[in-house]
């Protein structure tokens, strides 16, 4: 079993800075892309960025230019930095994790985990 542990979560004023963390331990082999994801109240969660494993990363547009994402893998973990936060930020954001295992030959088994989700309020 893997446990993605969150933190970093809490108040911020618009225009303020958070960062996000997200610890990975239990049984791991190997860890593929990790992410974030984000769920405001009677809205679907939605991806905010996530990395591959080599280092790649993605953006949500609304958050390109103010949020990066980054990891340690020595750590087994993944953080978000949030820049310029905004009141339509609010939402609890919950990590995920990709990690994977060797199956038969050309294929892999990939498991998902989730966090358990940490709230960011922006509000003056």
């Known amino acids: 079993q893997v446990q993605l542990v969150e933190s970093g979560g809490g108040l911020v004023q618009p225009g303020g800075s958070l960062r996000l963390s997200c610890a990975a331990s239990?049984?791991?082999?190997?860890?593929?892309?990790m992410g974030w994801y984000r769920q405001a109240p009677g809205k679907e969660r939605e991806l905010v960025a996530r990395?591959?494993?080599?280092?790649?990363?993605n953006y949500a547009e609304s958050v390109k230019g103010r949020f990066t994402i980054s990891r340690d893998n020595a750590k087994n973990t993944v953080y978000l930095q949030m820049n310029s936060l905004k009141p339509e930020d609010t939402a609890v954001y919950y990590c995920?994790?990709?990690?994977?295992?060797?199956?038969?030959?050309?294929?892999?088994?990939?498991?998902?985990?989730w966090g358990q989700g940490t709230l960011v309020t922006v509000s003056s």
């Open positions: 995920n994790t990709d990690t994977t295992k060797p199956g038969p030959p050309g294929y892999r088994y990939v498991d998902r985990w």
């Open positions: 239990g049984s791991i082999f190997s860890i593929d892309a």
């Open positions: 990395i591959n494993a080599r280092g790649s990363t």
